[in-house]
């Protein structure tokens, strides 16, 4: 157990909305002995410098695999800027229990009271509030995936508690309830569970039986791609807090704060509506988003040091009828003074901070990380150990977790180096890569023998055992490593190749049953130019794989840049439209000939400007631990000196900003006939063309629409196109935009609409979430093509 650090009360001194705290630096803090706990909960706190008189509490709960110390460092990092500005405590539970999912499920914690997690959370929010002068009126909730789904169970049932919630891919409350044990409910994780609002608002009524008061303003993200928590449960989630909240399942408004999200206000049309719904087109399960905090800060009130209003005696609500407030009301509950909505670049965004001293600390600001590779034969070094805990917030074994080290013999597993290795990483609050479970190089001996069916056994037996001792604590898997051929874009010949073409497939589906958690990731080099072969026979494996549901959530890059394989100028390019098939993308193993500060830079800058790009590992620490040492490639050199490139990359990751348009564009498509020996030229990549003014909106009438098309960019062959829908002078309840291609474009990929229609007459409906549109309001859909761009005429028809 880690030695705990005391957790000291804050001081008040002079009368100032901002309270002097201790000298020592804020940081994340363990916390024991605070209260019934009965499902042995670790426990965590943050408490800035300098607190606010009356401070607000925000619970921030973590996804399934995930610890405090992620959370706090990666994707919630901007609360805990934010925190540093406004003055607020957070708490950081963590699940301890196998896979480390919060319990959402058992009977005990679907009552309140009633035992499990839910408890244990709550007896740490008391002890928060008892120590610290929590302002009652200002506690919040937040979560990622597991922890989204306890957002929605604690909001439902300690309703006289919470004042908001903020949920990252979650379901309704209640909804993955089991009865036979079972800590997974694959009927509610597929969206098949389907209820009337009613029935929802009921099943969160029986978690507090007898309350009559009100509910939690709850604000709910998801991606529409979501495949391990259904897209489907977004709508339910809906049902069920419009229903708590007694306001209409009408939005009072719809807007695009940002390009591919769909905000959806229900009860009201301010900052902080009763219920508030934001869509994100082409997303999976991967928010947030860099800058989709800063929303959440706005919603839920964060923003903001000043206390909340006494709190009215709430009236009784009969627990069956929905509340009298009209539709357009603002919500009931107390709260500050609305702040204005969100800009595209929001107040509270990851660089209000002071720039972070560290590079893992500055890639959290953006809620990505920045890793290294670890040899366990160095972990004695101190001088190494010093600057990569210091520096890196993930770590890959270099190669104590590739078949040789940990299956030396047939059935016999050996972890021993990498339990080092991981033990370390998670000591130091690092999270950790898996490399690699099926590679044609570093087999041992007997692997090296095997063929055809029983290699291919021997290949889903190692999967499974490694994965196995691991499940639940790695955050992603390198399961295929290298399969591509240098120069033909085709398959590499190997022995693995030769037991079938389906084996990296089997690989994949193996993986998946093994650990469903983790992240799993084709990994390989050469595939950094957009226009090589080997690059395009990557892309189309996974565009395949994607298309036939098989299991793949990343790839990737390892960016071994040299004079034979130089760093490309359409690098980004080859991010962007990986990551446009619906997969995250990593740079795995960075190292850079001579450690150019400019070209450092610019790979960072490249992986910034994706969303889906979660983050970058160099391949080793220092020069003197490289693979190419002689090439001097890393961020230190063999005396551990920090080089000038990485000041160049700390500077770019210290400033990066949310993206105006975070949405990943579209994919490029590729050439009939990829070359088939590298070309340095980035000819191919789309160079960007000025847009087309948009075709003459016709004329709404009163509950009609329009919509105007422009072109976002154009390239030889190919184009993307964007629409904007505008209600007229009713709201409307879906729309159906026509019109006909002058020439032979064509779509290739369209995202936020349906398409009906043939040749060229074309069709697009709305999707079932971005149908409703508020008087005067746009809603919008976008599609890339082949052929040459047109501004045609459009014709909408409203329902």
């Known amino acids: 157990m880690a030695v705990l650090t005391a957790v000291l009360m804050p001081v008040v001194a002079m009368a100032a909305l901002l309270v002097a705290q201790p000298a020592a630096a804020a940081s994340l803090t363990r916390v024991t002995g605070f209260g019934n706990n009965p499902s042995n909960l670790n426990m965590y706190i943050y408490v800035p410098d300098r607190v606010a008189s009356r401070p607000a509490l925000l619970v921030a709960v973590h996804y399934c695999t995930g610890t405090a110390s ?45 035992g499990s997690d839910p408890v244990g959370i709550m007896s740490m929010v008391d002890y928060a509030r008892s120590r610290y002068n929590v302002d009652p009126g200002r506690i919040y909730v937040s979560g990622v995936s597991s922890g989204a789904m306890m957002t929605n169970v604690l909001a439902a049932e300690y309703p006289d508690v919470f004042r908001a919630g903020s949920a990252f891919m979650g379901v309704p409350a209640g909804c993955f309830a089991t009865t036979d044990g079972s800590t997974w ?24 039986s007898g309350y009559s008061g009100s509910y939690p303003r709850m604000q709910l993200w998801h991606g529409t791609t979501d495949s391990t928590l259904n897209y489907n449960n977004f709508g339910e989630e809906i049902k069920q807090w419009t229903n708590l909240n007694g306001v209409s399942q009408t939005p009072a408004a719809t807007d695009t704060p940002s390009s591919g999200w769909t905000r959806t206000r229900y009860g009201g049309n301010g900052t902080q509506p009763p219920v508030e719904g934001v869509s994100v087109s082409g997303q999976g399960h991967s928010l947030p988003l860099s800058g989709q905090i800063a929303y959440a800060i706005n919603f839920l009130g964060l923003n903001s040091t000043t206390p909340s209003s006494p709190s009215p005696t709430p009236s009784p609500t009969p627990p069956n009828s929905p509340s009298p407030t009209p539709p357009d009301s603002p919500s009931p ?26 590079l893992g600390a500055a890639a959290a600001r953006s809620g990505r990380y920045f890793g290294t590779a670890i040899a366990s034969g160095k972990l004695g070094d101190s001088q190494y150990t010093t600057i990569a805990n210091r520096e890196f917030n993930m770590v890959t074994a270099e190669n104590e977790m590739k078949i040789d080290a940990t299956e030396p013999n047939r059935g016999q597993f050996n972890f021993t180096n990498a339990d080092r290795i991981y033990n370390w990483a998670v000591q130091n609050g690092k999270q950790v890569r898996g490399h690699t479970l099926a590679w044609h190089q570093q087999q041992p001996g007997w692997m090296q023998s095997l063929s055809g069916s029983s290699l291919r056994q021997a290949m889903i037996d190692h999967i499974n055992g490694v994965m ?93 840049f040299n004079s034979g394989s130089p760093y490309p100028g359409n690098y980004r390019t080859t991010l962007q439209n990986f990551a446009a098939l619906g997969v995250d993308v990593q740079i795995t193993e960075l190292d850079i000939q001579g450690a150019s500060a400019q070209t450092y830079a610019n790979v960072v800058n490249d992986c910034l400007a994706v969303p889906r790009c979660n983050g970058i590992t160099t391949w080793g620490v ?30 770019a990751l210290n400033a990066a900003v949310p993206s105006e348009s975070p949405s990943p564009t579209p994919p490029v498509s590729p050439s009939a006939t990829p070359s088939d020996s590298p070309s340095p030229s980035p000819s191919d990549s789309p160079s960007p063309t000025p847009p087309v003014s948009p075709s003459q909106s016709p004329t709404a009438e009163p509950g009609g629409c329009g919509a105007t098309i422009r072109t976002v960019n154009s ?21 159906t935009v026509s019109w006909n291609w002058s020439g032979s474009p064509s779509i290739t990929q369209l995202w936020n609409g349906v398409r009906s229609g043939s040749g060229s007459a074309v069709t697009v409906r709305n999707e079932s979430y971005n149908g409703t549109v508020a008087s005067g309001g746009t809603t919008t859909f976008g599609f890339t093509g082949s052929g040459s761009a047109e501004t045609p005429s459009l014709t909408c028809d409203a329902s």
């Open 715 to 735: 390239w030889p062959g190919g184009f993307q196109s964007e629409v904007t829908v505008r209600a007229g002078g009713s709201a409307i309840r879906g729309w």
């Open 70 to 114: 992620a959370l706090y460092s990666g994707y919630f990092r901007d609360y805990v800027t934010a925190a540093d500005q406004y003055g607020y405590i957070i708490v950081f539970p963590e699940a301890t229990r196998s896979g480390q999912c919060f319990d959402v499920y058992s009977p005990q914690a679907l009552r309140r009271g009633g």
């Open 185 to 208: 409910n694959s009927q509610c994780a597929n969206g098949q569970v389907s209820k009337t609002a009613q029935q929802w608002g009921d099943l969160a009524r029986s978690m507090y």
């Open 622 to 651: 220092r020069d003197s631990d490289s693979w190419r040492s002689g090439d001097t490639p890393l961020l230190f050199d063999g005396n551990g000196n920090k080089k000038a490139a990485y000041t160049s990359v700390l500077n």
């Open 333 to 358: 509950s107390p709260s500050p003074s609305p702040s204005p909505s969100p800009s595209p670049s929001p107040s509270v965004s990851p660089s209000a901070g002071p720039p972070a001293s560290t």
């Open 468 to 560: 196995s001792h691991y499940k639940g604590k790695i955050y992603a898997w390198d399961v295929v490593n290298e399969a591509y051929d240098d120069s033909s874009g085709g398959r590499r010949d190997s022995n693995l190749q030769r037991t079938g073409n389906d084996w990296i497939e089997v690989a994949f589906r193996t993986a998946r049953a093994a650990d469903p958690a983790a992240k799993l990731c084709y990994n390989d080099y050469n595939t950094d130019n957009w226009t090589w072969a080997k690059t395009q026979g990557v892309y189309n494996m996974v565009k395949d794989f994607k298309q036939r549901g098989v299991p793949i959530d990343c790839v990737g890059f390892q960016s071994h």
